[in-house]
């Protein structure tokens, strides 16, 4: 058996031309890149090695368990056959009674690559009450034989025999789509939904016209909170209305504007949908944050018909959330769901969640959750954190599943919901390395692939494009875990996060060059690696570390060994978010915490001392990253209030002022003293130490210790649906690649590297983990999506700080994968060199390139939200002016990534801003859709 796999293949000797598969695939793909000039796909299956190998259990011959064992009884003999090395489920036969030549004339089917899958296993059985007996096992190599000529006869060691027929024949048909064109049922989705986006555009211009004569005679009370740069003259809006109007009316609209229609004028309206421009909404992702937000956006877009305009609706981590909450509402589509699910989820999110880990609730879905991995699916904690942000959102509905969304969307009366997550490596960081999935209620894409799986299929055991073990659909809310699954990490991660986004990683963004061979290849000597990462280090003012293993940046601070041989730590802990320091800072601070933290370490017991030294000789490099940094103090010492933490920070830091970032720190340190120092000092304190609650505390401690203290543990874990495939490069051979590994640095490094195929389990993380606008599967081709209306609920350092991170990044993805996107980052630049406060609507669009997609971009800012409670209408009382000013990141963690409960007064002041936003920059909207 041993030399047998060993054996090199040899050529099939089957009447199937596998050699020209290689060569056929090669002229498809010159074909496929003449038709598009884009790298979106990176990679294409070669689904002509997909075969189907019948195996036909015909008789057995002289079936014999020995001389003495036969004089006893006669066997009850089955067979079992297996293809080795794949995840094809092993089949038998049934048995036969009391016999030695059993005859089962039983026929199986395999899933095979014959360029790799050689091997078919046969084991004789004979069936007992007890144990079942194994008569003789043997192994055939079919690439070695003449198929479909005659039968073959395999001959055991004991002597026995059975009569077997092989044959190989090519797949034609598979579960899973290998091409990137929309499915069948998104096709018929898109005619119905253009119907209906005809007559919303139609009707929005209708009553555009008549708010413009409204106008001319009265002028509008919130023309002052308009920029002149962005309204048009009446005239050229009432000349664009007419075009617009005139170019609908000609075309007929729908449901039969005229009784008598005729066959040209159909095919005219025909046509005029045709060239309808695809829009879409699109949300990043942001938490609980994200999901109130989208709310009040959502809401306001319904309220004005804009969203009667929307083809698609993609949404990223909490948004996704909302979205689909909503999509599951029992009324939605129809209006009023968007407006009875803001108190729905008010209620939702005003108290704990830990009521849900309660043993009734948890013993409960614990079950499910054992019975899901008796069956062979791989389970994590995302399937627990799922579980708890259904029971949270999902109140009654918890038996939904994705599918289910397609009954509401199927008279085109809503935008189609897209849903976004990313295959991840288990030890490269997400930004470096990401495979974007995409979700619909139909199915399951993978656009580097080219690789679509039903809904309803996902999930199960995949070989070769075909599901071997069928599984149940998910339900919805196991992929609120994975969708949202970067509340999985470690909790010092989310409060690191806190400061994402800061106004110096925008700037390195906006001065990095688009090249691509730094990307593609690797830094060639141990000086430039340093060179780059210390340029990045002091670019982002963080220590970048040196090895990942069994880890990801992504989880851990960032920690580099100094030259004295300790390691320093580069994360301070402010209200606002995290900071870091350069490492000469620490070079020369790091003492003083030494010792305070020597004073805190003698307030402990002899045996907590004892304990703390074995932990030291087992984790020196963790020591000074859980002493004073981290919310969780170091293990077994006792808790320290924040305010003290504070103090002990701006101590050491305050000394010297070395670089800038300690200068701005010292400052905002002196701010925050200066506010302890007035009369609400008591009050103020008492705030802060008890801004994390116990709930919290439970968080943090359950998010930090093992067995989900790993990418393994935390990430969805699903069977990987491209096992067995071959890939082959899209993209011209000299464009290659280096692998990515550990320690890499660069952004989308990997957007060329292939995964393994051969793995049997694949991670599945949030994909704002990589960044935080799910663009890359909106950017799509086949879709050709030319008009955005996109809102950022990412944190950012301060509300000064500048909010493009994202969509600067989104469009670094799209350069890099040739995809047309609007120069963002011109603009920015503009906006920054000029000292711009920032809006709260952006527009970012290629006035020279038409067919570049128009970006209408929201951030999240409190403006003019703070004078106004509508547009145009001031606000008066003092009451009113009280509850819109709030700041969002500044001094406070009211709206916090990690924050799980919203006070009603938090969830109204945020939802009731993000509408205020757009209702106060509708007209923008409308005036590039005019354009």
């Not at 995964?755 to 704002?768: C, F, N, Q, R, T």
Request: proline letters at 4%.
């Amino acid at each position: 058996m041993s030399r047998l796999y060993k054996t090199k293949s040899a050529p099939c000797l089957v009447s199937l031309e596998l050699e020209n598969v290689g060569e056929s695939l090669d002229f498809h793909k010159r074909t496929r890149n003449t038709e598009w000039d884009d790298e979106y796909q990176q990679f294409e299956i070669c689904k002509d090695r997909s075969c189907i190998l019948t195996v036909k259990i015909i008789q057995g011959l002289a079936i014999t368990r020995g001389r003495i064992k036969d004089w006893l009884y006669r066997p009850d003999p089955y067979v079992k056959v297996n293809i080795v090395g794949t995840p094809n489920q092993a089949k038998q036969t049934k048995h036969i009674e009391s016999s030695n030549t059993p005859r089962w004339d039983e026929t199986f089917t395999f899933f095979v690559d014959p360029h790799r899958d050689r091997f078919v296993e046969f084991v004789l059985y004979d069936l007992n009450r007890t144990v079942n007996e194994e008569i003789g096992r043997d192994i055939l190599d079919f690439s070695q034989m003449c198929l479909d000529a005659e039968d073959s006869i395999v001959t055991f060691r004991n002597g026995s025999k059975i009569q077997v027929k092989l044959t190989l024949e090519k797949n034609l048909s598979s579960e899973m789509r290998f091409n990137l064109s929309l499915c069948l049922k998104e096709q018929k989705f898109i005619e119905k939904r253009d119907r209906k986006v005809f007559d919303g555009l139609k009707c929005l211009m209708e009553k555009e016209d008549e708010f413009e004569k409204e106008k001319e005679a009265i002028p509008s009370s919130f023309e002052c909170l308009e920029k002149p740069a962005q309204t048009n003259s009446q005239d050229s809006i009432k000349s664009s209305n007419e075009a617009l109007k005139s170019l609908m009316m000609s075309s007929l609209s729908c449901d039969g504007l005229s009784d008598k229609t005729s066959t040209e004028e159909v095919s005219q309206e025909t046509n005029t949908q045709k060239c309808l421009p695809k829009l879409a909404l699109i949300t990043s992702g942001g938490g609980f944050r994200a999901m109130i937000a989208y709310s009040g956006a959502y809401k306001a877009l319904q309220d004005n018909g804009i969203l009667d305009c929307m083809h698609y609706a993609g949404a990223l981590s909490g948004s996704s959330w909302y979205l689909s909450t909503l999509y599951t509402h029992h009324q939605f589509p129809r209006p009023e769901a968007a407006i009875n699910i803001i108190d729905e989820l008010r209620s939702c999110v005003e108290k704990h969640w830990q009521v849900h880990l309660s043993p009734p609730w948890s013993s409960k879905y614990l079950r499910k959750i054992i019975r899901k991995s008796i069956s062979g699916q791989p389970v994590g904690f995302t399937d627990f954190f799922g579980y708890l942000v259904g029971e949270q959102l999902l109140r009654g509905r918890m038996k939904s599943k994705l599918s289910d969304q397609a009954e509401k969307i199927k008279d085109g009366e809503a935008a189609m919901p897209l849903y976004t997550c990313i295959h991840v490596k288990k030890n490269i960081s997400a930004k470096i390395f990401q495979e974007w999935y995409e979700f619909t209620p139909y199915e399951v894409s993978i656009p580097k692939y080219g690789i679509s799986v039903p809904i309803e299929k996902f999930g199960s055991k995949f070989y070769m494009g075909n599901p071997v073990t069928e599984h149940k659909e998910f339900p919805l809310h196991y992929f609120y875990g994975v969708w949202g699954s970067a509340f999985t990490i470690l909790f010092k991660r989310l409060i690191q996060e806190r400061g994402r986004g800061g106004q110096k990683e925008i700037l390195k963004i906006l001065s990095s060059e688009e090249d691509l061979k730094e990307i593609n290849q690797e830094t060639s000597t141990t000086n430039e690696e340093a060179k780059r990462r210390e340029s990045i280090a002091n670019d982002f003012k963080i220590e970048l570390e040196n090895e990942l293993i069994e880890s990801d940046d992504e989880d851990d601070i960032n920690v580099e060994e100094s030259e004295n041989g300790t390691q320093e730590e580069s994360f301070e802990l402010n209200e606002s978010g995290p900071e870091t320091k350069s490492p000469s800072s620490f070079s020369e601070n790091l003492e003083p915490i030494e010792e305070a933290n020597c004073k805190e370490s003698e307030e402990s017991n002899e045996e907590e001392k004892s304990k703390h030294d074995d932990f030291e000789k087992d984790s020196h490099g963790k020591k000074n990253i859980f002493k004073s940094f981290t919310l969780r103090p170091y293990k077994q010492k006792r808790r320290i209030s924040i305010t003290k933490k504070f103090e002990k920070l701006k101590d050491n830091f305050t000394k010297k002022s070395i670089s800038e970032s300690v200068d701005e720190t010292s400052e905002y340190l002196d701010s925050m003293d200066q506010k302890l120092d007035n009369s609400s000092v008591a009050l103020e304190k008492a705030e802060l130490e008890q801004e994390f609650s116990k709930v919290d505390k439970y968080l943090e401690k359950a998010l930090s210790s093992n067995p989900i203290d790993s990418r393994a543990g935390r990430a969805g874990l699903i069977h990987n649906p491209l096992r067995g495939l071959t890939p082959l490069q899209n993209f011209p051979q000299e464009n290659c690649f280096s692998p990515t590994k550990p320690t890499d640095q660069t952004d989308f490094k990997g957007y060329k590297e292939q995964m393994k195929m051969e793995s049997k389990k694949i991670y599945l993380v949030d994909s704002g983990l990589s960044f935080n606008f799910p663009f890359p599967i909106m950017l799509r081709p086949q879709r050709g999506i030319s008009f955005y209306i996109a809102f950022d609920f990412s944190s950012r350092a301060s509300d000064s700080t500048h909010p493009f991170r994202e969509l600067l990044l989104s469009e670094k993805w799209a350069r890099l994968h040739k995809v047309k996107f609007p120069n963002v980052k011109e603009q920015v630049k503009q906006y920054i060199d000029n000292d711009e406060p920032i809006e709260e609507c952006y527009v970012f669009k290629d006035t020279e390139d038409l067919a570049c997609p128009v970006i209408v971009f929201f951030p999240l800012i409190n403006k003019n939200f703070r004078d106004f409670s509508a547009p145009g209408i001031k606000r008066e009382t003092e009451e009113e002016l009280k509850f819109a000013d709030f700041n969002l990141f500044d001094n406070t963690s009211d709206y916090a990534i990690w924050r799980f409960v919203y006070p009603n007064l938090s969830f109204d002041r945020l939802y009731k801003m993000v509408e205020f936003n757009v209702l106060n920059n509708i007209h923008v909207i409308k005036n590039e859709f005019r354009e």
